[in-house]
């Protein structure tokens, strides 16, 4: 079995290794593929679908999808971008999202994405739904208004840090963030050390007292878009 | 049964936000009753309760879209009582001191020019389609073009040390988040002598309108009032920090050097049916007789002195005009406003020549505190915040009493008494008589929503009433 696998993006030949997705041979080229729940370092799930493309003419998520030999991916198009936009529009009217006042502003991986693919407001209603704040731990604060399911915590916490804290609960609408325990976040052994408290892309599970810290203009989207950092090793 | 007639001006044009005013005539078109009504709710003292504090001076600014430097700034100034930050760095203190005087400076900037110059330069009875920031553009392009400069230098001393031009993020619990660059102070230091320039000729204007016409203006909706502002330990001007004082209209001291976190000794506020703005007055004297103005005549009459030379002599010309008791004269908002723009601009001139701009200590913590009062000085007067904060960092109170909330009562009376001096028994009541009740209001430069901006020439209507609330006539000001 040859240890090389060759497929096209959007025409550009693509060569990776056997075991990889679409998602790490993409940004190994330095062609970026939009995602939001996908984190390096944790297993990818598929969840969020921003990083849906077509292969072979059928919508499959890159995170997930390892590479096939000839294969031939569309990403960077009209059809796949109004769906990515409509899927970011969803998460910013399902949740409450102040951006003009949340500390994440700027470092915020959803707002950065809306920013890149051109939403300057949702179309959708609001939904306003009526979220939790937990403040009770000493060092960390979980916003649920921000949350956007991504499942990163979750993961974090289960296979890195080992403690599982964090789950989701409910479905559907009513599907949310609950930590491991009978009341609240201070009643877990969660540590703002934790792998799980670094990963949040949005400003829900945040460390205490940071807040507006980092000024405006070194924030990390202020000068550059979201997956610049991968464009910049195109090869 | 006598009959009575309702004049309603709304909304009242020029100033910031929405408010309206209503009149109320006899059968012999006497005014009976004349008020300002704030006709805008404003929920931000119960919605920001369970929000972290650190986030306060950024979310609670968004109060308002032409002074949120005033509420970032004195929320930030609770903020650093409750993580026990009781002395700033001198980085810290002066990179705010600075992004406050462009505040000020920019404010005042754009009231004098877009707002209040039409009615100075034209007359109150000019034809209202050139009575406006337009007008001003074509008949005094020189000056139309000094206020929009002005204004862009102060909103680029804001962006420089807040971030942002409009709601940024520089003041922080316990310090600020950036020092001025070499290259941001050059970029002000080019322009601040022309800016001191511009601002001598503005002052130049207020004071020689308010010489000119003094005998005209000297009663037009004025009154005797007590005065409040923070002043500093010395007795000088501070916009930025310092402690209450409170004088009466003769000048007599009601109190001094009053720490403000014990604000709540002193002053305390009525509500009124009519109106959703609270009425805020002395408690040593009572509701009656104990309301106060705020504001630039406020704080030029009750400093003892300002510490930048110009302002003081401006100060001292200004003061001469009254023999040095307390100026009472409400159109003398405006010359004092101006004095405190020259100050402004003689203060950033100092500050920008501060090499502690460049330092990088920038924050400070000690020992937290669960509840704290925040004052500062704001364009449009004192402005208050005080809130409390739980063992968890989530506010759990807050009170703000804005600028002009201290000048509700002072609005109300001025209104009526231009109401009964220009509109009480005229037969036919002219557009610029309605107006001359806006002039009395414009001099407190209100930010009535203190939420966004309201510029210029928006729609009045006049609605004539009569005692049963039936329509008679109206009339529109496009």
């Not at chain 2, 700034?73 to 700033?88: C, F, S």
Request: aromatic share 8%; hydrophobic share 40%.
């Amino acid at each position: 079995m040859s240890d090389q696998i060759t497929f096209t993006i959007d025409g550009v030949e693509v060569k990776g290794k056997p075991g990889q997705t679409i998602l790490e041979a993409a940004d190994a080229a330095g062609i970026y593929i939009p995602r939001l729940c996908f984190m390096k370092d944790l297993i990818p799930h598929g969840s969020c679908r921003v990083c849906t493309v077509f292969i072979n003419g059928r919508p499959q998520a890159a995170c997930t999808q390892p590479i096939t030999e000839g294969a031939i991916v569309e990403n960077d198009t009209a059809e796949l971008k109004e769906h990515r936009k409509n899927i970011i529009d969803m998460l910013f009217v399902e949740g409450n999202h102040f951006c003009m006042f949340c500390e994440k502003s700027g470092n915020c991986e959803l707002q950065a994405m809306a920013y890149r693919l051109g939403i300057s407001a949702p179309k959708y209603p609001y939904l306003f739904p009526k979220r939790d704040v937990d403040a009770t731990h000493p060092d960390i604060l979980i916003d649920r208004n921000r949350c956007i399911l991504c499942g990163r915590c979750v993961e974090a916490s289960r296979d890195v840090d080992k403690k599982t804290i964090f789950e989701f609960v409910g479905r559907g609408a009513d599907k949310k963030v609950a930590v491991n325990a009978n009341a609240d976040l201070k009643d877990t052994d969660f540590k703002a050390t934790d792998k799980a408290a670094d990963v949040c892309p949005v400003g829900c599970i945040i460390k205490k007292r940071v807040g507006f810290a980092i000024p405006v203009g070194q924030r990390k989207y202020d000068t550059k878009p979201i997956g610049s950092d991968i464009e910049a090793g195109k090869k | 049964m006598s009959e009575s007639k309702r004049v309603i001006i709304e909304p009242v044009t020029r100033v910031e936000g929405h408010g309206k005013v209503s009149i109320l005539l006899d059968e012999n078109n006497k005014v009976t009753q004349a008020r300002l009504h704030i006709v805008e709710f404003r929920g931000f003292e119960r919605f920001i309760q369970g929000r972290p504090y650190w986030e306060v001076p950024v979310l609670v600014q968004r109060l308002c879209g032409i002074c949120p430097v005033s509420h970032h700034l004195a929320a930030a100034k609770a903020m650093d009582r409750i993580v026990g930050a009781d002395k700033l760095t001198p980085t810290a203190e002066k990179m705010r001191r600075l992004m406050h005087y462009g505040q000020m400076f920019q404010s005042h900037a754009l009231h004098f020019f877009h707002l209040v110059s039409p009615d100075l330069l034209f007359g109150f009875d000019a034809d209202p389609k050139i009575r406006n920031v337009i007008g001003v553009a074509i008949k005094f392009p020189d000056l139309a073009v000094q206020g929009v400069m002005m204004r862009k230098f102060g909103q680029e001393i804001i962006k420089a040390t807040a971030g942002k031009k409009i709601h940024g993020t520089g003041a922080i619990p316990g310090g600020i988040n950036k020092n001025l660059s070499i290259a941001e102070r050059d970029s002000f230091l080019k322009d601040i002598k022309q800016m001191l320039e511009w601002s001598r000729g503005a002052l130049k204007i207020a004071k020689d309108y308010t010489v000119e016409n003094l005998q005209k203006i000297a009663s037009f909706g004025s009154f005797d009032s007590n005065h409040l502002s923070l002043i500093r330990k010395d007795g000088a001007m501070d916009l930025y920090h310092g402690n209450l004082r409170a004088i009466d209209s003769q000048g007599k001291k009601i109190f001094d050097q009053v720490d403000y976190s014990d604000y709540t000794d002193y002053i305390t506020e009525e509500v009124k049916s009519w109106s959703y703005m609270k009425f805020p007055f002395i408690k040593s004297i009572g509701a009656e007789k104990g309301w106060y103005r705020v504001g630039p005549l406020a704080r030029v009459n009750t400093c003892d002195f300002i510490d930048t030379p110009e302002a003081e002599a401006a100060r001292k010309e200004f003061m001469a005009v009254t023999n040095g008791k307390p100026n009472n004269i409400t159109m003398a908002y405006h010359w004092a406003r101006m004095i405190e723009i020259l100050h402004s601009a003689e203060k950033i001139n100092e500050l920008l020549n501060d090499k502690d701009l460049q330092g990088t200590d920038l924050v400070v913590k000690g020992k937290r505190r669960n509840e704290a009062v925040g004052l500062i000085e704001a364009p449009r007067g004192t402005l208050f915040h005080h809130y409390k904060v739980n063992d968890d960092d989530q506010i759990t109170m807050a009170n703000l009493i804005v600028s002009t909330t201290h000048n509700n009562e002072p609005m109300n009376r001025a209104v009526a008494k231009v109401a009964d001096e220009y509109i009480s028994g005229v037969p036919k009541i002219t557009e610029g008589l309605l107006n001359r009740v806006e002039v009395a209001i414009r001099a407190y430069d209100p930010c009535l929503s203190c939420a966004t901006h309201a510029m210029g020439k928006m729609p009045l209507k006049i609605t004539l009433y009569d005692y049963q609330g039936n329509e008679i006539t109206s009339r529109t000001k496009e």
